[in-house]
């Protein structure tokens, strides 16, 4: 790991990466450029699902400005507007002096009103793909995990698989959950599939774990976590990779159920969605 926090090229592999306070592997990938969208929109809402999830945690100094407008692409004036956002939000300060900056001030939640929405939004098929994408890149990294990761990898995320059995509330549910799968990630030592797992965890966090008609039983996707961790302690790449698509095909279901569930409870609606309607 160099200084500056990124990769040595000429470190092999299986070298492992350091999570200290220091910016990390997954906190980097906040920062990477932009897609062609509204830019100061999609830096508001990466930064606020990052918050969501706990990569950035209250108490957390965002990059200056200056880094933050090089790493996402935008001008300066684009950033400060995502930034006056998330002020408006709440989640966010600015603080003056010499030992200022952007600080983390709170979590957002999103409201069962804008989780069914986003539910909504999605057909039956679009749900069944990415539970497929999350197939496929979560078992890669399981068995790269299992075959590359050492005891404190998997000391680890048998404690974030634990942890989501305390967790109380849903919001603390979706941050246990999608970290476990961002440091099942970094376990498996690639920045390419760390690029595409965050995302994924941006995208259904809040959906899997926002009580709709069937909550998911926490308790039960727990130990079907401590499970795949077991497997990656025992270097049982295998075991791992099916023990992941088990979960994430169980996950699938979940949402596609809440889906569909909504959808008869609003025929109305789902009447003017072409998609469900051949979904």
């Known amino acids: 790991m160099t200084p500056g926090g990124t990769l040595d090229p000429s470190f092999p592999a299986t070298m492992p990466i350091d999570l200290g306070t220091t910016p990390t592997p997954l906190g980097q990938h906040v920062y990477r450029a932009l897609p062609e ?16 999830l706990g990569v950035i945690r209250p108490g957390d100094r965002l990059p200056s400005e200056a880094e933050m407008s090089e790493s996402f692409g935008v001008s300066p004036a684009t ?10 939000e709440g989640l966010v300060e600015t603080r003056r002096g010499r030992n200022g900056g952007t600080f983390v001030v709170d979590t957002p939640e999103l409201s069962r009103t804008e989780v069914e929405r986003r539910l909504d939004g999605y057909s039956v098929v679009e749900l069944r ?7 496929a890149v979560s078992g890669m990294c399981a068995r790269l995990a299992a075959a590359r990761g050492n005891e404190q990898d998997a000391a680890s995320l048998h404690r974030l698989a634990l942890a989501l059995a305390e967790a109380a509330t849903p ?38 774990w926002t009580p709709l008609a069937h909550p998911l039983d926490h308790e039960a996707v727990s130990r079907s976590l401590v499970r795949i961790a077991e497997a990656i302690a025992e270097h049982d790449d295998d075991a791992a990779a099916r023990r992941v698509s088990e979960r994430i095909r169980q996950d699938s279901f979940h949402l596609i159920d809440e889906k569909l569930t909504l959808a008869m409870a609003s025929p109305a609606e789902a009447d ?6 051949h979904a």
């Open 37 to 52: 969208v509204d830019r100061s929109d999609a830096i508001q809402q990466r930064l606020r699902g990052s918050i969501a």
């Open 79 to 88: 950033l400060r507007d995502a930034l006056a956002r998330l002020r408006e």
């Open 129 to 135: 793909d990415i539970g497929d994408q999350r197939t």
């Open 171 to 208: 919001g603390e549910r979706a941050r246990a959950h999608s970290r476990f799968w961002l440091e099942l990630t970094v376990a498996a030592q690639s920045r390419r599939l760390l690029a595409l797992e965050l995302p994924l965890q941006l995208e259904i966090g809040a959906l899997l």
């Open 272 to 277: 003017h969605d072409p998609r469900g309607a």
